[in-house]
């Protein structure tokens, strides 16, 4: 297990430029992302907001937070990302910034970044303007990927099922692990291909579609194989999984904040409702997980940005915990609104969607929980 | 300002001029703290030269690297944390001159005689009374409790009702009171862990100087706020390693790190259940950690943040929690208790003895230094601006108040 000596020192605070680039991505979903555009987007059957997310990853230029320069992207890290996922979390934004700037980019990044096939993609990623996905289900938890469902030929056609992969209908790129006949293999496939088809599921969280993604004979071209692709799938998982509690908090901090204003303007028999210490204490609890799980969740950022060996424990620990973070304030959130909490025009309800499908996503709170068993030499019995 | 370079080269005079190993302990207390590099960030003449507290490190660690003798904080704990800023900020001249200096080289230990059987959380709601008499001493009658170190203290700071008719928080002053003063009768306070680890002290016509108040009559309420201020600021300056420290084996460090290394110790008593539980509070231990490593990093950057507040109220629950699970797993073992034998402890050490200690002391931490629903509703009023509980109390005289 790491011990206590090796670990090198987090930084949980947040920099001066990060607070920067929160503050832009905060003016710009202000303006173009308030709860009514995005439950009147999420009605629309598009898969996301194009023009949200060409001024987010392109304008602003998001999308290549993770990736080097000489690449084509910011040359940021894993704790600007975050930052930016905070900001996205709290709007419960309809972009697919987890799913292609975070999970796809950082499986590209784990196969060899000087070969064409790989660098190609990778740059038209970071500069946002197509998305990838990688072809795993959503719940899939780092580490417990599992083995392929989709095989692949000697010539590169690909066959098989995924189910619930996020954002994959939008997606022009997806990253497909595969089995293939020298063994375990990540495939680039153009979703436009022939032999490639997006089965929409009705998603509960609207904001995030899924699809189950078929291939017959698709044309796919390797990307790594080997451990090499185990590894970069794996990694992606990780990154996104730890990126994910960032989302998670910014989910929380907004249905804390907006429970507050609520109770603290609702008048129920002669008294705003926050007065109520029945209802005080269930709000001050929720802040004191909220200022816990932005440790966590910084704590899981900084040791993916500076490739600390740290970096499955504090990503499990911030998933174990922020997970139910979220969920938990988005419920307080609808029962500390009462009757308006439950219409579908209040936007609170998108906020319990998407907190209750994060908890799933990227693994559980369970299943990372098993993961630190074995890390932190906690065997079961 | 007085930097570290400048602390190092007073530091050097310091240890030249006192060689540890030649010198008396106390002595080089007394000459440590006469150099300023007791506390360097108190003024000069005061133990400290004017410096920024984060400099009190690059003391500190040239002096333990000499091997120079410290002063013991965990039993002059109250004078330190909260006796000193008190002092320092409502103290007069003579009064900082005369106490701060024993207080720090532990010659005179503090206690707090704040806490009232009558009053608890409802701290201003206190009945000991001062009454000046004609020579203008005050004469305090009344009785407190939940003090520590009282049966070892020479001094306390002590709050009293020095005006019964005007509302709560408006009637009480502030003094520094003589502990050997025939007054005042220390008896040992049992709690359920078997030892007496705080005292009850009664108060009968103790006389105490004016000379000896801190801050104007009348404004005691304003003067303890900056003693509880410091009471719960005290986060320390060093980051916690992850289950306390200490390796994996020995994890004496924290709550955490002894019930993670019983359960490597003890695979025999190993459940399913026993399990999912000890992960999950793992996993809140390590996030409170994180939590106050956040906080302590807030502070070093000179921004401190509300969360010192919540900090008191997860380490109580993960106590409670930690412990009681520990008392659960060991099974067999946890149905015996270590010793009931009345003790009076020096100090506090909340992972010391026995599982079945730590669970019943622990039942402590959600209620001593606020209890932790008091904690929540100050979160919700101070922190998220939520409205205030009605308040009855709030413009009624004290002597009116129901009791």
Known sequence: ?381 | MTDAAELRRRTAELLAANPPGATDRLDFLRARFDAGLAWVHFPEGLGGLDAPRALQAVVDAELEAAGAPGNDPGRIGIGLGMAAPTILRYGTDEQRRRFLRPLWTGEEVWCQLFSEPGAGSDLAALATRAVRDDGGDWIVDGQKVWTSSAHLARWAILIARTDPDVPKHRGISYFVCDMTDPGVEVRPLRQITGEAEFNEVFLTGVRIPDAHRLGEVGEGWRVAQTTLMNERVAIGGVRTPREGGGTPAEGRGSMIGVAAAGWRARPELRTHDLHRRLLTLWVEAEVARLTGERLRQQLTKGQPGPEGSGMKLAFARLAQQISGWEVEFLAEDGLAYDDWTLRRPEGVDFTGREAGYRYLRAKGNSIEGGTSEVLLNIVAERVLGLPPEPRTDKDVAWKDLPR
């Open chain 1, 1 to 381: 297990m790491t011990t206590a000596t090796d670990m090198p020192d987090p930084d949980l605070l947040y920099s001066d430029e990060e607070e920067a680039l929160r503050a832009a991505v905060r003016a710009l979903l202000a303006d173009r992302c308030d709860p009514a555009a995005v439950l009147a987007g999420a009605e629309s059957g598009r898969p996301y907001d194009p023009e949200l997310w060409r001024a987010l990853a392109v304008d602003i230029g998001t999308a290549g937070l993770l990736v080097p320069e000489k690449l084509g992207g910011q040359g940021a890290s894993a704790r600007e990302a975050a930052v930016v996922l905070e900001e996205l979390g709290r709007a419960v934004a309809p972009v697919p910034y987890l799913t292609s700037a975070v999970v796809a980019v950082s499986a590209l990044l784990g196969c060899d970044p000087s070969r064409e096939e790989v660098a190609g993609p990778l740059a038209a990623l970071a500069e946002g303007s197509g998305t990838g996905a990688l072809a795993v289900p959503l719940p899939a938890a780092p580490g417990g990927s599992g083995a392929p469902t989709v095989r692949a030929d000697a010539a590169g056609a690909l066959t098989g099922r995924v189910g619930s992969v996020a954002d994959a209908a939008g997606a022009g790129l997806l990253l497909v692990p595969a089995e293939g006949p020298d063994g375990p293999a990540l495939y680039a496939v153009d979703a436009g291909a022939p032999g490639v088809r997006a089965e929409a599921v009705t998603p509960l969280d609207l904001t995030r579609p899924l699809a189950h993604l078929a291939f017959d004979r698709a044309p796919g071209r390797p990307l790594a194989t080997g451990e090499r692709a185990r590894a970069a799938v794996d990694r992606a998982l990780l990154t996104g999984a730890g990126l994910l509690a960032s989302e998670q908090l910014g989910i929380a901090e907004w249905c804390l904040t907006e429970t507050v204003r609520h109770t603290a303007e609702r008048t129920q028999f002669g008294r705003p409702v926050g007065s109520f210490q029945a209802l005080k204490h269930r709000m001050a609890a929720l802040w004191l997980e909220v200022g816990s799980a932005r440790a966590a969740a910084r704590n899981a950022a900084d040791a993916l940005a500076s490739g600390s060996s740290d970096a499955p424990v504090a990503v499990a620990v911030a998933q174990a915990y922020c997970a139910p973070v979220a969920v938990h304030a988005a419920e307080e959130c609808i029962q500390l609104h009462g009757g308006i909490g439950m219409t579908w025009e209040h936007p609170a309800h998108l906020f319990l969607k998407r907190a209750k499908s994060d908890e799933l996503a990227l693994g559980t709170p369970g299943r990372h929980r098993d993961a630190l068993a074995a890390l932190v030499d906690l065997a079961a019995p």
